[in-house]
């Protein structure tokens, strides 16, 4: 049945828009996806042709869903999400922004109780094709589906790019741009679809389906959804909205036993779907998932502001420059927008686009400098965009339990990355910090902990956060695990310890579990930990595990948690390491001693954080730890940076004099010892982050020491210490560095007493004790430390020895 012409719509400014021909056919609009010129000529084309159903590129199981999108609650960018069910990890997204034609064409449908439906492949097929069959069609790697906005990355030919240089443009995104973005509407809505089509056209007839044999299976299903449709609302009231790459093949004439032929046998799996927020971030090709487009921000703003766009560009961007407190002026803008015109016209461009205007505002904004720009690109160009979905769309349990949690924790996410600073000892930031601990246990990695700015104790904790997408789908994987993220984090954690094999591992698990506030899994970790502590014999095993226990029993007074068990298993390695370490550290080369020199910082801080348990005061393991260190600084078969280091924990304590210590640099520095293992003591005993240099700095004996050992040094064996000499100093700040070189330039004491700090013959040291100017601090010195002074007791003595 053929359908009668009907009559011209009036446009938008009163004019009679011309009216397709009856018996045209469906009306096709082929789009670039997230193209804001794209989005207004489709939702002028509906205006126009006024059809019975709009038919869109995306995977059908979104019917279900498509209503949704009206919710007042929706606010774009969003995306539908589908996953397997047995399988939550292999997932497909199809994002959608404001300015996207398909969401364009949604709104209004609904807008006009006009019927929509999704005429891909379904995903049910999409996500069962393997990673083998996509790299054989030519997918990109990763890509476990195509989604509607990565058909021109995933072509071996860029259709853009082709149009483009046959237009004579090096650059297909400015192509598109002045043909299509910076256009005025045309008075025919239809014209510029049907000249996008003829050129999809030429560009099919020549290269085929662009080496992609996948795109004929999709191509295939959506000619026989089609059919349907035309067959349901007539032959001309249907409006298709697809990438134009797929408008000729589906107005080609097949058969649709052909088509189903293509269909056979294609793989299926279980799958859900649902909207999920989505970010301009992820839309942007820059930042990882090539959505198509490098500039959202700037397409949004195109679509949002089509009256003087460059004008209100700018002014968004010098907003954004004064709230960094640069001061830009309205002048700075008006000359802004003429520069930008300017550039327009000298490049024959319609409008000033995206690279004038950002050339204007280097040059006029940010006096030539290409730093401001940076701000600019990731805040307006990207834009830090974070949609929002209504709370009735689907969802597993966990992600609305964890919705919930997020509500009642006051804890929003957002796509802009943040520092959240936490208080424990205030209920909602404990409850926050238990939620993001059991998401990292999870592996949903929404926060990551971070160095605060202000106390580093253990009340105070430091995140960085960033909500993505892609957290949804960690979130649906980690539904296997329970219902709620309580349940969840409980069950992966108990299954974590029964299958670890590695004791750190199970340290590491029982320190989270204490930072989660998992006491149901705690019981299973701690067997765990308790089975593979005693089976395990390897001293570097147990010193790697030991810090994780000592960290964990920190928290016990801070979340109210009880620890005496971990405290047991704790106490217990620590004598295990006291016992073996000696011996383990007998004959390691350059490498082995490397790392026992790491294991020895790590458990010698573990020690002191240890508490008194019953029967194993910290104090006697204290006490044997130090025997051990002496035992190690004393030994000749321990590598030398493994002596020099234990003689430097045991020097920082106050458990060894100074003289002794002056004594073992001066045997390990001594003409009878090898340059190579002299050097590594001297790593061990001043190298590093750990205030070496100001020890030598401020002992004048040990500096004498390493400078007669270096000056010593045979000139066949400097170069072969060399690199560990310049390793130990370079770590070192630059005014440790200058002076140090300046003592050694005038001539430290050599070896001797210690030089008389008040001996007006030192440079650099007064000829005494300035009393006055030492008093002068004893106020603050008061404020800081003074406590109430007990009976009989004088603090301003004390403070003023403090002092002076």
């Known amino acids: 049945m053929t359908t009668p012409a009907r009559d011209a719509s009036p446009a938008q400014d009163g004019s009679a828009v011309p009216a397709r021909p009856a018996g045209s056919g469906p009306l096709f609009l082929g789009v670039r996806h997230h193209g804001p010129g794209s989005a207004r000529a489709v939702g002028a084309a509906l205006d126009a042709a006024s059809p019975l159903a709009v038919l869109i590129e995306g995977p059908p199981e979104g019917d279900a869903l498509v209503s949704l999108a009206s919710d007042p609650q929706m606010r774009p960018p969003v995306a539908l999400l589908a996953h397997a069910v047995d399988d939550p990890g292999r997932a497909a997204f199809w994002p959608l922004a404001d300015f996207s034609p398909e969401w364009v064409a949604i709104r209004w449908a609904l807008a006009h109780d006009v019927p929509v439906r999704f005429i891909d492949l379904p995903a049910t097929h999409s996500l069962a094709i393997t990673e083998a069959e996509a790299e054989a069609d030519g997918a990109p790697d990763g890509e476990s589906a195509p989604g509607p906005d990565d058909r021109a990355e995933a072509l071996r030919i860029d259709p853009l790019a082709v149009l483009a240089e046959a237009a004579g443009y090096d650059d297909a995104e400015r192509w598109w741009e002045d043909v299509v973005e910076h256009r005025a509407a045309a008075d025919d809505p239809f014209a510029p679809f049907a000249a996008v089509g003829e050129a999809m056209g030429a560009l099919r007839e020549e290269y085929g389906d662009g080496g992609h044999r996948r795109d004929l299976v999709r191509e295939a299903y959506m000619r026989l959804q089609l059919r349907a449709a035309r067959k349901e609302f007539g032959d001309d ?7 134009a790459w797929h408008v000729p093949a589906l107005g080609a004439r097949t058969t649709a036993t052909a088509d189903r032929a293509l269909l056979k046998g294609l793989p299926k799996v279980k799958s859900e779907m649902t909207w999920v927020p989505w970010t301009h971030h992820r839309l942007a090709r820059r930042s990882g998932y090539g959505a198509g487009i490098d500039s959202p921000g700037w397409y949004g703003h195109l679509f949002a502001s089509p009256d003087r766009p460059v004008e209100r560009w700018m002014t968004k961007v010098a907003g954004l420059l004064r709230e960094e407190d640069r001061p830009i002026s309205s002048a ?5 927008v003429r520069l930008a015109e300017t550039l327009a016209t000298m490049r024959g461009r319609p409008l000033a686009g995206l690279t004038e205007t950002t050339d204007a505002i280097r040059a006029v904004m940010c006096d030539g400098s290409d730093v401001p720009l940076g701000l600019i690109r990731d805040r307006l160009i990207v834009g830090d965009v974070l949609g929002e979905v209504p709370d009735s769309a689907p969802a597993v349990p966990l992600q609305r339990d964890l919705t919930r949690s997020q509500r009642s924790l006051r804890l929003k996410p957002e796509a802009l990355e943040r520092e959240l600073e936490l208080d424990l000892r205030k209920e909602i930031d404990a409850g926050r910090s238990r939620m993001l601990h059991r998401l990292r246990l999870l592996g949903i990695g929404w926060g990551e902990p971070s160095a605060g700015r202000g106390s580093t104790g253990t009340f105070r904790e430091s995140w960085r956060l960033r909500w993505e997408p892609e957290l949804y789908v960690r979130v649906a994987e ?12 409980t069950a992966k954690a108990e299954s974590g310890a029964v299958s670890a094999t590695a004791l750190s591992d199970v340290t590491a698990l029982a320190e989270q579990c204490l930072l989660a506030e998992l006491t149901d899994a705690l019981p299973v970790v701690m067997k765990a930990l308790a089975d593979r502590a005693a089976l395990d014999a390897d001293v570097a095993h147990l010193a790697r595990a030991l810090p994780a226990l000592a960290r964990s029993l920190r928290y016990g007074d801070v979340r109210s948690t009880d620890t005496a068990a971990l405290g047991e298993v704790a106490a217990g390695l620590a004598e295990r390491i006291c016992v073996g370490l000696p011996p383990a550290c007998a004959a390691l080369d350059a490498d082995g001693a490397a790392e026992m020199r790491g294991h020895l910082d790590s458990v010698h801080t573990a020690i002191g954080l240890l508490p008194d348990t019953p029967g194993r005061p910290a104090g006697d393991l204290a006490g044997r730890w130090d025997a051990v260190l002496r035992k190690l600084a004393a030994r000749d078969s321990v590598p030398g940076v493994v002596r020099g280091r234990s003689a430097r924990l045991l020097l920082d304590e106050g458990r060894l004099p100074e003289d002794e210590a002056a004594r073992l640099m001066g045997l390990a520095l001594s003409p ?15 190298g590093g982050a750990s205030g070496g240099g100001m020890l030598l700095v401020h002992d004048e004996r040990l500096l ?62 007064g000829a005494g004790i300035d009393e006055t100017r030492a008093d002068a601090v004893l106020p603050v010195l008061r404020l800081l430390l003074a406590g109430p002074a007990p009976v009989g007791h004088d603090n301003d003595n004390d403070l003023a020895g403090v002092a002076r």
């Open 332 to 336: 700075h803008v008006i000359e802004a």
């Open 672 to 686: 009878g010892t090898p340059p190579a293992d002299a050097a590594a003591w001297i790593e061990g005993f001043v």
């Open 478 to 489: 980690a539904g296997v695990w329970g219902t709620t993220v309580l349940s969840a984090a």
């Open 237 to 243: 009231r249907v409006a298709v909205v697809c990438g």
């Open 704 to 765: 004498a020491l390493v400078d007669t050992w270096l000056t010593g040094v045979p000139a066949g064996s400097f170069t072969d210490v060399l690199p560990l000499l310049r390793r130990t100093f370079s770590a070192y700040e630059p005014g440790v560095r200058r002076t140090l070189g300046e003592l050694v330039r005038r001539g430290p004491a050599g070896g001797g007493a210690r030089p008389d700090r008040s001996d007006a013959g030192i440079p650099g040291f």
